[in-house]
Protein backbone atom coordinates (compact mmCIF):
# COMPACT_ATOMS: atom_id res chain seq x y z
CA UNK A 1 0.00 0.00 0.00
CA UNK A 2 3.02 2.57 0.57
CA UNK A 3 4.23 1.98 -2.79
CA UNK A 4 0.94 3.38 -4.33
CA UNK A 5 0.44 6.08 -1.66
CA UNK A 6 3.95 7.35 -3.11
CA UNK A 7 3.37 6.85 -6.71
CA UNK A 8 0.41 8.84 -5.73
CA UNK A 9 1.93 11.37 -3.86
CA UNK A 10 4.50 11.56 -7.02
CA UNK A 11 1.34 12.30 -9.68
CA UNK A 12 0.41 15.09 -8.24
CA UNK A 13 3.64 17.33 -8.18
CA UNK A 14 4.21 15.77 -11.74
CA UNK A 15 0.14 17.64 -12.43
CA UNK A 16 2.63 20.49 -11.50
CA UNK A 17 5.40 20.15 -13.74
CA UNK A 18 3.39 18.96 -16.53
CA UNK A 19 1.33 22.23 -16.34
CA UNK A 20 3.97 24.93 -15.71
CA UNK A 21 4.50 26.11 -19.13
CA UNK A 22 0.81 26.63 -19.43
CA UNK A 23 0.73 29.89 -17.33
CA UNK A 24 3.41 31.12 -19.78
CA UNK A 25 0.49 31.21 -22.67
CA UNK A 26 -0.82 34.43 -20.65
CA UNK A 27 2.44 36.40 -20.13
CA UNK A 28 2.03 39.42 -22.55
CA UNK A 29 4.93 41.05 -24.64
CA UNK A 30 8.37 39.72 -22.79
CA UNK A 31 10.72 37.69 -24.63
CA UNK A 32 11.35 34.26 -23.30
CA UNK A 33 14.77 35.27 -21.33
CA UNK A 34 12.88 37.87 -19.30
CA UNK A 35 10.05 35.41 -18.35
CA UNK A 36 12.12 32.41 -18.39
CA UNK A 37 14.19 34.04 -15.91
CA UNK A 38 11.59 35.40 -13.91
CA UNK A 39 9.81 31.95 -13.50
CA UNK A 40 12.67 30.44 -12.19
CA UNK A 41 13.53 32.82 -9.29
CA UNK A 42 10.41 32.05 -7.83
CA UNK A 43 10.89 28.25 -8.65
CA UNK A 44 14.66 28.12 -7.80
CA UNK A 45 15.11 30.37 -5.14
CA UNK A 46 11.69 32.01 -3.22
CA UNK A 47 9.51 28.91 -3.11
CA UNK A 48 12.29 26.15 -1.95
CA UNK A 49 13.54 28.35 0.58
CA UNK A 50 9.38 29.20 1.28
CA UNK A 51 8.51 25.36 1.20
CA UNK A 52 12.02 23.95 3.79
CA UNK A 53 11.84 27.09 6.08
CA UNK A 54 7.61 25.76 6.30
CA UNK A 55 8.69 22.37 6.87
CA UNK A 56 11.43 22.10 9.14
CA UNK A 57 10.58 22.75 13.29
CA UNK A 58 11.39 25.29 15.67
CA UNK A 59 12.33 27.85 12.74
CA UNK A 60 16.12 25.13 12.75
CA UNK A 61 16.40 25.88 8.90
CA UNK A 62 19.08 28.42 9.21
CA UNK A 63 20.95 26.19 11.48
CA UNK A 64 20.58 23.30 9.00
CA UNK A 65 22.00 25.38 5.72
CA UNK A 66 24.83 26.76 8.02
CA UNK A 67 25.55 23.32 9.72
CA UNK A 68 25.01 20.80 6.61
CA UNK A 69 28.67 19.36 5.80
CA UNK A 70 30.79 21.25 3.60
CA UNK A 71 31.14 18.70 0.60
CA UNK A 72 27.30 17.31 0.16
CA UNK A 73 26.78 21.44 0.15
CA UNK A 74 29.19 21.75 -2.67
CA UNK A 75 28.21 18.73 -4.87
CA UNK A 76 24.59 19.40 -4.54
CA UNK A 77 25.39 23.02 -5.71
CA UNK A 78 27.96 21.65 -8.34
CA UNK A 79 25.06 19.18 -9.68
CA UNK A 80 22.62 21.94 -9.83
CA UNK A 81 24.71 23.89 -11.42
CA UNK A 82 25.21 21.11 -14.34
CA UNK A 83 21.40 20.20 -14.00
CA UNK A 84 20.94 24.22 -14.55
CA UNK A 85 22.14 23.58 -18.15
CA UNK A 86 19.30 20.85 -18.71
CA UNK A 87 17.27 22.94 -17.05
CA UNK A 88 17.74 26.10 -19.72
CA UNK A 89 18.13 23.77 -22.55
CA UNK A 90 14.81 22.27 -21.29
CA UNK A 91 12.66 25.08 -21.68
CA UNK A 92 14.15 25.94 -25.24
CA UNK A 93 13.10 21.86 -26.31
CA UNK A 94 9.51 23.11 -25.36
CA UNK A 95 9.96 26.20 -27.00
CA UNK A 96 10.98 24.62 -30.59
CA UNK A 97 8.90 21.06 -29.85
CA UNK A 98 5.90 22.22 -27.66
CA UNK A 99 4.91 21.11 -24.57
CA UNK A 100 4.10 16.92 -25.25
CA UNK A 101 7.22 16.49 -27.79
CA UNK A 102 9.36 18.70 -26.20
CA UNK A 103 8.86 17.25 -22.21
CA UNK A 104 8.68 13.91 -23.96
CA UNK A 105 12.12 13.23 -25.23
CA UNK A 106 13.84 15.52 -22.67
CA UNK A 107 12.10 13.88 -19.86
CA UNK A 108 12.69 10.09 -21.23
CA UNK A 109 16.60 10.79 -21.27
CA UNK A 110 16.10 12.43 -18.29
CA UNK A 111 14.44 9.13 -16.52
CA UNK A 112 16.75 6.87 -17.54
CA UNK A 113 20.01 8.21 -16.78
CA UNK A 114 19.01 9.73 -13.39
CA UNK A 115 17.56 6.80 -12.69
CA UNK A 116 20.55 3.91 -14.21
CA UNK A 117 23.43 5.94 -13.39
CA UNK A 118 23.40 6.61 -8.92
CA UNK A 119 23.25 2.65 -8.86
CA UNK A 120 26.37 1.94 -11.33
CA UNK A 121 28.80 4.54 -9.56
CA UNK A 122 27.62 3.78 -5.84
CA UNK A 123 28.29 0.57 -4.69
CA UNK A 124 26.16 1.06 -1.73
CA UNK A 125 22.99 0.82 -3.98
CA UNK A 126 21.91 -2.28 -6.19
CA UNK A 127 20.51 -2.34 -9.83
CA UNK A 128 17.79 -4.53 -9.05
CA UNK A 129 15.98 -6.79 -11.61
CA UNK A 130 12.73 -4.48 -11.22
CA UNK A 131 14.59 -1.21 -12.21
CA UNK A 132 16.01 -2.29 -15.19
CA UNK A 133 12.59 -3.53 -15.79
CA UNK A 134 10.40 -0.59 -14.96
CA UNK A 135 13.33 2.00 -16.97
CA UNK A 136 13.19 -0.09 -19.93
CA UNK A 137 9.29 0.18 -20.14
CA UNK A 138 9.37 3.42 -19.68
CA UNK A 139 12.29 3.75 -22.47
CA UNK A 140 9.57 2.27 -25.02
CA UNK A 141 6.93 4.23 -23.82
CA UNK A 142 9.37 7.28 -24.73
CA UNK A 143 10.16 6.15 -28.20
CA UNK A 144 6.79 5.15 -29.03
CA UNK A 145 5.51 8.52 -28.13
CA UNK A 146 8.86 9.91 -30.42
CA UNK A 147 7.58 8.23 -32.84
CA UNK A 148 4.18 9.45 -32.89
CA UNK A 149 5.91 13.55 -33.04
CA UNK A 150 7.43 11.89 -36.15
CA UNK A 151 4.45 10.77 -37.47
CA UNK A 152 3.05 13.79 -36.71
CA UNK A 153 6.05 15.40 -38.63
CA UNK A 154 5.55 13.93 -41.95
CA UNK A 155 1.71 14.00 -42.13
CA UNK A 156 0.79 18.13 -41.27
CA UNK A 157 2.25 21.00 -43.37
CA UNK A 158 4.44 23.31 -42.41
CA UNK A 159 1.70 25.67 -41.56
CA UNK A 160 -0.45 23.42 -39.52
CA UNK A 161 3.02 22.41 -37.55
CA UNK A 162 3.59 26.97 -36.83
CA UNK A 163 -0.30 26.91 -36.14
CA UNK A 164 0.28 24.40 -33.47
CA UNK A 165 3.83 25.69 -31.72
CA UNK A 166 4.52 28.89 -33.51
CA UNK A 167 8.85 28.24 -33.13
CA UNK A 168 8.53 24.89 -34.40
CA UNK A 169 11.69 23.44 -35.85
CA UNK A 170 11.98 19.58 -35.40
CA UNK A 171 16.42 19.05 -35.84
CA UNK A 172 17.03 21.99 -33.84
CA UNK A 173 14.55 21.37 -31.05
CA UNK A 174 15.48 17.36 -31.00
CA UNK A 175 19.50 18.14 -30.23
CA UNK A 176 18.49 21.07 -27.78
CA UNK A 177 15.97 17.92 -25.84
CA UNK A 178 18.42 15.36 -26.10
CA UNK A 179 21.19 17.90 -24.58
CA UNK A 180 18.54 18.67 -22.24
CA UNK A 181 17.86 15.05 -21.03
CA UNK A 182 21.40 14.62 -20.29
CA UNK A 183 22.67 17.09 -18.31
CA UNK A 184 18.67 17.10 -16.26
CA UNK A 185 19.62 14.15 -15.12
CA UNK A 186 22.13 15.68 -12.80
CA UNK A 187 19.54 17.00 -10.60
CA UNK A 188 18.75 13.26 -9.63
CA UNK A 189 22.66 12.81 -8.62
CA UNK A 190 22.42 16.22 -6.44
CA UNK A 191 19.58 14.52 -4.53
CA UNK A 192 22.24 11.39 -4.13
CA UNK A 193 24.80 13.54 -3.12
CA UNK A 194 22.70 15.46 -0.58
CA UNK A 195 21.67 12.84 1.33
CA UNK A 196 23.86 13.65 4.45
CA UNK A 197 21.88 16.97 4.62
CA UNK A 198 18.75 14.99 4.95
CA UNK A 199 20.33 12.85 7.93
CA UNK A 200 21.32 16.34 9.44
CA UNK A 201 17.56 17.32 8.71
CA UNK A 202 16.11 14.38 10.61
CA UNK A 203 18.20 15.05 13.47
CA UNK A 204 15.90 18.28 13.89
CA UNK A 205 12.73 15.83 14.19
CA UNK A 206 11.52 17.28 10.58
CA UNK A 207 8.76 14.83 9.36
CA UNK A 208 10.44 12.24 6.91
CA UNK A 209 8.06 13.27 4.29
CA UNK A 210 9.79 17.00 4.00
CA UNK A 211 13.63 15.58 4.69
CA UNK A 212 14.96 16.45 1.28
CA UNK A 213 13.64 20.45 1.27
CA UNK A 214 17.45 21.81 2.61
CA UNK A 215 18.81 19.79 -0.26
CA UNK A 216 16.64 21.49 -2.58
CA UNK A 217 17.55 24.79 -1.58
CA UNK A 218 21.19 24.27 -2.55
CA UNK A 219 20.49 22.05 -5.77
CA UNK A 220 18.19 24.98 -7.26
CA UNK A 221 20.42 27.56 -6.30
CA UNK A 222 23.51 26.10 -8.30
CA UNK A 223 20.46 25.68 -10.67
CA UNK A 224 19.27 29.09 -10.96
CA UNK A 225 23.24 30.38 -11.16
CA UNK A 226 23.44 28.61 -14.62
CA UNK A 227 19.94 30.34 -15.94
CA UNK A 228 20.10 33.62 -14.66
CA UNK A 229 23.88 34.55 -16.42
CA UNK A 230 22.28 32.62 -19.73
CA UNK A 231 18.73 35.44 -19.36
CA UNK A 232 20.93 38.15 -17.39
CA UNK A 233 23.53 37.45 -21.10
CA UNK A 234 20.72 37.56 -23.17
CA UNK A 235 18.62 40.38 -22.24
CA UNK A 236 21.68 42.73 -22.43
CA UNK A 237 22.67 41.36 -25.74
CA UNK A 238 19.09 42.27 -27.26
CA UNK A 239 18.43 44.59 -25.05
CA UNK A 240 14.80 42.86 -23.73
CA UNK A 241 16.14 44.18 -20.15
CA UNK A 242 13.45 47.13 -20.56
CA UNK A 243 10.84 44.07 -20.93
CA UNK A 244 10.92 44.67 -16.96
CA UNK A 245 10.11 48.11 -16.61
CA UNK A 246 9.35 49.91 -20.17
CA UNK A 247 6.08 47.73 -20.58
CA UNK A 248 3.72 49.45 -18.04
CA UNK A 249 2.47 48.43 -14.45
CA UNK A 250 -0.43 46.23 -15.49
CA UNK A 251 1.34 44.19 -17.99
CA UNK A 252 4.46 43.76 -15.63
CA UNK A 253 2.05 42.44 -12.84
CA UNK A 254 0.27 40.33 -14.80
CA UNK A 255 3.84 38.94 -16.05
CA UNK A 256 4.79 38.83 -12.70
CA UNK A 257 2.12 36.66 -11.39
CA UNK A 258 2.01 33.82 -14.53
CA UNK A 259 5.83 33.57 -14.27
CA UNK A 260 5.49 32.91 -10.59
CA UNK A 261 2.74 30.84 -10.83
CA UNK A 262 4.76 28.99 -13.27
CA UNK A 263 7.88 28.50 -10.69
CA UNK A 264 5.57 27.05 -8.27
CA UNK A 265 4.07 24.58 -10.17
CA UNK A 266 7.28 23.45 -11.63
CA UNK A 267 8.72 23.01 -7.89
CA UNK A 268 5.46 20.93 -6.86
CA UNK A 269 7.25 18.47 -8.64
CA UNK A 270 10.43 17.80 -6.24
CA UNK A 271 8.48 18.42 -3.38
CA UNK A 272 6.37 15.48 -3.41
CA UNK A 273 8.98 13.37 -5.37
CA UNK A 274 10.59 13.75 -1.80
CA UNK A 275 7.22 13.00 -0.11
CA UNK A 276 6.45 10.23 -2.53
CA UNK A 277 10.22 8.55 -2.16
CA UNK A 278 9.42 8.53 1.60
CA UNK A 279 6.71 6.48 1.23
CA UNK A 280 8.39 3.76 -1.56
CA UNK A 281 9.78 0.67 -0.18
CA UNK A 282 13.56 1.44 0.72
CA UNK A 283 15.01 -1.03 -2.05
CA UNK A 284 13.14 0.46 -5.05
CA UNK A 285 12.83 4.38 -3.95
CA UNK A 286 15.53 5.28 -6.63
CA UNK A 287 12.53 4.56 -8.74
CA UNK A 288 10.92 7.06 -7.95
CA UNK A 289 12.83 9.66 -9.88
CA UNK A 290 11.49 7.32 -13.21
CA UNK A 291 8.44 7.37 -11.87
CA UNK A 292 8.34 11.14 -11.66
CA UNK A 293 9.68 11.53 -15.20
CA UNK A 294 7.37 8.97 -16.98
CA UNK A 295 4.39 10.69 -15.03
CA UNK A 296 5.26 14.06 -16.44
CA UNK A 297 5.56 12.96 -20.30
CA UNK A 298 2.18 11.35 -19.48
CA UNK A 299 0.71 14.21 -18.27
CA UNK A 300 2.73 17.28 -20.42
CA UNK A 301 1.40 15.07 -23.64
CA UNK A 302 -1.87 15.15 -22.50
CA UNK A 303 -1.53 19.59 -21.79
CA UNK A 304 -0.25 18.95 -25.27
CA UNK A 305 -3.99 17.53 -26.68
CA UNK A 306 -5.74 20.21 -24.80
CA UNK A 307 -3.57 22.89 -26.05
CA UNK A 308 -4.13 21.44 -29.76
CA UNK A 309 -0.65 21.02 -30.60
CA UNK A 310 -1.40 17.80 -32.15
CA UNK A 311 -4.20 18.93 -34.15
CA UNK A 312 -4.32 17.77 -37.50
CA UNK A 313 -2.59 14.85 -36.75
CA UNK A 314 -4.08 11.79 -38.13
CA UNK A 315 -5.61 9.52 -36.57
CA UNK A 316 -2.87 6.83 -36.40
CA UNK A 317 -0.62 9.23 -34.79
CA UNK A 318 -3.37 10.00 -32.19
CA UNK A 319 -3.77 5.81 -31.41
CA UNK A 320 0.44 5.90 -31.12
CA UNK A 321 0.16 8.73 -28.85
CA UNK A 322 -1.80 7.24 -26.29
CA UNK A 323 -0.48 3.99 -26.75
CA UNK A 324 2.77 6.13 -26.00
CA UNK A 325 0.93 7.07 -22.81
CA UNK A 326 -0.48 3.95 -21.31
CA UNK A 327 2.88 2.30 -21.23
CA UNK A 328 4.91 5.02 -19.52
CA UNK A 329 1.78 4.90 -16.67
CA UNK A 330 2.59 1.25 -16.72
CA UNK A 331 5.83 1.51 -15.75
CA UNK A 332 5.49 4.01 -13.08
CA UNK A 333 3.05 0.91 -11.74
CA UNK A 334 5.93 -2.18 -12.16
CA UNK A 335 7.30 -1.29 -8.70
CA UNK A 336 3.91 -2.21 -6.55
CA UNK A 337 3.60 -5.37 -7.95
Same mark, same amino acid.
Given at each position: ?20 ? #? ?17 ? +? ?56 ? #? ?44 ? =? &? ?71 ? =???? &? ?39 ? +? ?33 ? +? ?21 ? #? ?11 ? #???
Amino acid at each position: MNAIQGILLIAIGSIGAASFY #VPFKKVKVWSWESYWIMQG +FAAWLLVPFLFAWLTVPDNALFEVLANAPTKPKMLAILFGILWGIGGLTFGLSIRYLG #VALGQSLALGLTAAFGTLVPPLVNPDESLSLILVLGVGICVAGIAI =I &GYAGSLKNKTMSEEQRKAAVAEFALKKGILIAVLAGVMSACFNYGLEAAKPIEELTRSYGTNPLFLKNPSLVF =ILWG &GFLTNAVYCVYLNIKKKTYRDYFGSGLHIFFNNLFFTFLAG +FLWFLQFHFLGMGQSKLPEDIAVFGWSILMALNIS +FSNIWGIILKEWKGASRKTMWVL #VAGIIVLIASTFV #VSL
